[in-house]
């Protein structure tokens, strides 16, 4: 688990995951308390973003203008590969 504090006035915040080929990825960002990524997350209740991009995709999340507090990241492998690489970031005016 993976946490960021983004600071009011934020006008973006960007999350990406870089994996390599053969790596399944499932990142999952949620605002202000960590996701949850077992049972059903069907419909988002239980994160603020997720993507599935296939073998040896790279996951990318954006916000615009996010909320300031804690923002929380998970990843889920079904294959875990050494060299994945997570990054967050925010942008102030």
């Given amino acids: 688990m993976f946490s960021i504090d983004i600071p009011a ?3 973006s915040a960007n999350f990406s995951l ?8 499932d990142m999952y960002v949620k605002y202000g308390s960590p996701p949850v990524i077992t049972g059903d ?12 991009q296939g073998a040896g995709g ?16 998970a990843v889920d492998m079904l294959t875990m590969l050494s060299g994945a690489q997570l990054t967050a970031a925010y942008e102030m005016p």
């Fill in 41 to 52: 997350n069907a419909e988002g209740l239980n994160w603020d973003c997720r993507l599935f």
């Fill in 58 to 73: 790279d996951e990318f999340c954006a916000f615009s203008y996010p909320r300031a507090g804690i923002w929380y990241v």
């Fill in 9 to 11: 006035g934020a006008v």
């Fill in 18 to 25: 870089k994996v390599p080929h053969g790596a399944y990825p």
